[in-house]
């Protein structure tokens, strides 16, 4: 059933649209969809974050501002742009302010306005309910 309404909107398109109109239309797509990459946005991105004392993971969501292509570059390929914040020696924490920080400078085509959120990095080996050994302090500006 469904094939056979394929079969006919492709036999209609063959026969009742010129096709230079389509490759026109198409390279018209193409050129309006570069333009509006241009443009800036704000979106959430999330940044995997690695901690360098204990090789903990975190997966941090933030709302990042920038072009259109660098945005997407970060949401395609997450794993080429992993974070690494060091923790001081002796501490098992790490600020908000120090990882928005830490993030802003890893990330220089965009510009990082907040964190919106911090999660353990989804680990298959470990146990759901365990506790990570470096917690993240929320900042008062945050």
């Known amino acids: 059933m469904m094939k056979a309404v394929l079969q006919k909107i492709f036999t209609a398109v063959r026969t009742g649209i010129n096709p230079v109109f389509m490759l026109f239309l198409a390279v018209s797509l193409i050129l309006w969809f570069a333009n509006e990459l241009s ?5 959430d991105i999330t940044v995997p ?10 997966e941090v969501r933030c709302r990042v501002e920038g072009t259109g292509y660098r945005i997407l570059k970060y949401r395609w390929f997450p794993g080429r742009n992993v974070q690494r914040v060091n923790a001081a020696a002796g501490k098992s924490a790490i600020d908000m302010d120090l990882l928005l920080g830490t993030m802003a400078a890893g990330m ?3 510009r990082v306005l907040s964190i919106v959120e911090v999660l353990p990095a989804d680990q298959e080996d470990s146990d759901a309910d365990a506790v990570p050994d470096v917690e993240i302090l929320s900042g008062e500006g945050l």
């Open 39 to 43: 443009h800036r946005f704000t979106a």
């Open 49 to 58: 974050v690695e901690i360098s004392e204990t090789g903990s993971g975190y």
């Open 108 to 110: 220089p085509d965009v």
